[in-house]
């Protein structure tokens, strides 16, 4: 079956980064594409990143530009989401969910990777 | 960037009753690729709807419709477990945004 596990909750100071990973298991890691999406505490969705794991490439929100690297390790199925610059508004549930190559909905998802950014 | 904004913000009904939500785009959505998700505390958002097509082992009681702007999820009979916050999603255009969600909640 189709799961996607990623690490455990974190806990950074403001300017810190963070390194958040999601391997998947049970389908071909090649055939579809990861995104990452985060909630802050209370709040809704917000979508950060795509990575197509055949090519390694990437698109990120705007929001995020310059601050975000996504990154995937083929050989393991693992895809890695960096976030620089930390401050207490990225605090958040990130998760990485999939799609398919060409129709970016979210058919299976991550358990959730808590960040807290605090002094 | 395309905003979506989902009304009402709470839903108060009683299970056995219908529900609608509705989810309204800034700008058309190219092809209706508009989606539904559910979210219950604690957990990730499950895929419910993708286009006018339920996603694998969602109940017949969940179906999408609408285009270009005006979106509606309906749950024809709600069950006790449908009770939860529900997020609509469009994947035309990046950033791909979601609603603020509306939350169906016991009455």
């Known amino acids: 079956q189709v799961q996607l596990v990623q690490s455990g909750a974190e806990v950074k100071k403001p300017g810190a980064s963070v390194k958040v990973s999601c391997k998947a298991s049970?389908?071909?890691?090649?055939?579809?594409?990861m995104h990452w999406v985060r909630q802050a505490p209370g709040q809704g969705l917000e979508w950060m990143s795509l990575?197509?794991?055949?090519?390694?490439?990437?698109s990120y929100a705007q929001k995020f530009q310059g601050r975000v690297t996504v990154t995937r390790d083929t050989s393991t199925s693992t895809v890695y989401m960096e976030l620089s610059s930390l401050t207490s508004e990225d605090t958040a549930v990130y998760y990485c969910?999939?799609?398919?190559?060409?129709?970016?909905?979210?058919?299976?998802w991550g358990q959730g990777t808590l960040v807290t950014v605090s002094s | 960037e395309i905003v979506l904004t989902q009304s009402p913000g709470t839903l108060s009904l009683s299970p056995g009753e219908r529900a609608t939500l509705s989810c309204r785009a800034s700008?058309?959505?190219?092809?209706?690729?508009l989606a539904w998700y559910q979210q219950k505390p604690g957990q990730a958002p499950r895929l419910l709807i993708y286009?006018?097509s339920r996603a694998t082992v969602i109940p017949d009681r969940f179906s999408g419709s609408g285009s270009g702007t005006d979106f509606t999820l309906t749950i024809s009979r709600l069950e006790p477990e449908d009770f939860a916050v529900y997020y609509c999603?469009?994947?035309?255009?990046?950033?791909?945004?979601f609603g603020q969600g509306t939350k169906l909640e016991i009455k």
């Open positions: 969910a999939r799609s398919t190559d060409w129709r970016f909905y979210f058919d299976y």
């Open positions: 049970g389908y071909p890691f090649t055939s579809y594409y």
């Open positions: 990575i197509n794991p055949t090519a390694g490439s990437t």
């Open positions: 700008q058309s959505v190219s092809s209706s690729y």
């Open positions: 286009g006018a």
């Open positions: 999603q469009q994947y035309g255009n990046s950033p791909y945004t």
